[in-house]
């Protein structure tokens, strides 16, 4: 059984609301693989290991280790699949400075105060996907189809949406097709109504650039006690900018085509709270045991959107060819994404190998979208059971290891698998009034992420590079349609691929 989630709202709410819908808060709340070199090649699996100027970004104790202070930037190169939209397929990265100030006390307890200062770039949005899109070969699915049921609902109610009103400029009498919908007058209930109607498709292609990202800023301080409990808190601080360009493009069986692009920009600001603690239980071992937990980040965003719809139909009548646009004004509002917990272990033998393993949980149902004007507190609402209905818990699991084969030379392998937290059963319909204007929606399925690095340590300088490998997949579906005969027939997915390669690059100085 599919679950469907509408933007369904009352006919006689005057909407002025323009925020991302439920699947982008799921998206907003994802985050990378992300750090040093050092970090990132053991898979990240250092929040019971410690001693990473980056770990105090998952747990602040981490930093609670360090005997000395620590200085370290970075860079990274993301490359993709594919270049779309003007988009290459690879962009430079600064990906990451940070230092630790670590202070003796000369016995007493604590025995270390450390602070640290971190700027990590959390999430690179950067993204490419180009596809052909499948499903027209048995039965007459269009995206204009669906568009109708939308401009046919607004005309009833005269509740116009954006997407709606943009399909159907232009309405006439002398011209039978408006934008991308075929129209008819007909008479119900002695009422001259307008009814539009959709084209069947033969084939259609979709594209799409997701560039932007979340930077955190987090301050830090820990206590190293006894040298067996290490305990640490800080503060985050995130800037976030993502902008997601798309194209679809449509055949209809008698050559009618058109492209439909969007263009969706957020930006803004938000902070959390992060606290942890590094235990070694037995005095005589190195084991450790680590738990740390990080608050919902509270986002104050800024929304705004445009869509130009430019259709063809020269092959059809000679005049009909023509381009629409709208714009959308800026929106504010708040966002927070679901609180997190992680529990790690870690293990080492001398100064020559340590191995870690760690666990994070995280309920993407929890996220939520907060209304600062009470006149959309409804339309909110609504989003939020819609998250609440297609997110899910996701699980983090990470393993990694050091290995020091020669003095001053470091291998490091690394291991992510990430669990989805999409209902991968989940539908997203519009609704007719909704400033949303796009159609389209990915359910994504499970990372895995595979790390290598190797590092170099010239008295107190240290060079480290990491590579690391993400493989996801998803189902993509550039429109909602539904056929009710036969037994009901839902507009099948296309599969895509977010592969991604990363390479890392850091330099620091221990002092």
Request: charged share 20%; glycine share 8%; hydrophobic share 35%.
């Amino acid at each position: 059984m599919k679950t469907i989630y509408s933007f369904a709202l009352l006919a006689s709410l005057s909407l002025t609301a323009s925020a991302q819908d439920p699947f982008d808060a799921l998206d907003l709340g994802a985050k990378d693989l992300a750090g040093t070199a050092r970090y990132v090649s053991m898979g990240g699996a250092l929040s019971a290991l410690g001693g990473d100027v980056s770990v105090m970004h998952v747990n602040p104790a981490g930093i609670g280790l360090y005997k000395r202070n620590d200085f370290a930037v970075g860079v990274s190169l993301v490359s993709v699949d594919q270049s779309v939209l003007y988009q290459n397929k690879s962009k430079l990265n600064f990906d990451y400075i940070g230092a630790v100030f670590s202070y003796d006390n000369d016995g007493d307890e604590p025995m270390f105060f450390n602070f640290g200062i971190g700027v990590k770039n959390n999430r690179n949005f950067f993204n490419n996907i180009g596809t052909d899109v499948g499903g027209f070969d048995k039965y007459p699915f269009s995206q204009t189809m669906q568009i109708a049921d939308y401009a046919n609902t607004a005309q009833e109610f005269n509740e116009w949406g954006m997407l709606a009103e943009l399909a159907a400029e232009n309405t006439s009498e002398d011209n039978p097709h408006p934008g991308i919908l075929g129209k008819k007058d007909v008479v119900i209930d002695g009422q001259p109504t307008t009814l539009w109607n959709g084209i069947p498709a033969q084939s259609a292609e979709y594209f799409r650039s997701v560039h932007g990202s979340n930077t955190v800023w987090d301050l830090n301080v820990s206590l190293n006690l006894s040298d067996r409990w290490f305990i640490g808190a800080g503060l985050g601080f995130s800037w976030l900018n993502m902008t997601r360009e798309s194209a679809y493009s449509e055949v209809s069986t008698d050559g009618y085509q058109y492209m439909f692009e969007n263009m969706y920009e957020t930006s803004g600001y938000g902070f959390d709270v992060k606290v942890g603690a590094i235990v070694r239980p037995f005095e005589d071992s190195p084991f450790r045991i680590g738990v740390n937990w990080k608050s919902p980040t509270s986002y104050r965003l800024t929304d705004r959107n445009s869509s130009t719809l430019f259709y063809d139909m020269t092959k059809i009548y000679s005049d009909r060819q023509d381009t629409y646009s709208r714009y959308s004004s800026d929106y504010e509002y708040d966002y927070s994404d679901p609180w997190s917990l992680g529990v790690s272990l870690g293990y080492t033998i001398g100064k020559n190998f340590a191995i870690g393993a760690e666990y994070e949980y995280q309920d993407f149902s929890n996220a939520k979208y907060t209304s600062l004007y009470s006149d959309d507190d409804q339309y909110f609402r609504n989003m939020n059971r819609g998250i609440m209905a297609i997110g899910k818990s996701q699980h983090t699991y990470k393993i990694g290891a050091e290995f020091k084969p020669v003095d001053n030379v470091s291998l490091r392998f690394g291991y992510n698998y990430v669990t989805s937290p999409y209902d991968l059963t989940a539908e997203k319909n519009l609704d007719y009034a909704s400033p949303h204007t796009e159609t389209d929606w990915v359910n994504w399925k499970d990372i895995q992420r595979i790390c290598a690095g190797i590092g170099f340590r010239f008295n107190k300088c240290y060079l480290d590079v990491a590579y690391q490998y993400q493989m996801q997949k998803g189902d993509f579906y550039a429109f909602n349609d539904y056929i009710k005969d036969n037994g009901g027939i839902y507009f099948p997915p296309t599969e895509i691929k977010a592969n991604r390669s990363r390479l890392h690059m850091t330099f620091g100085v221990k002092f």
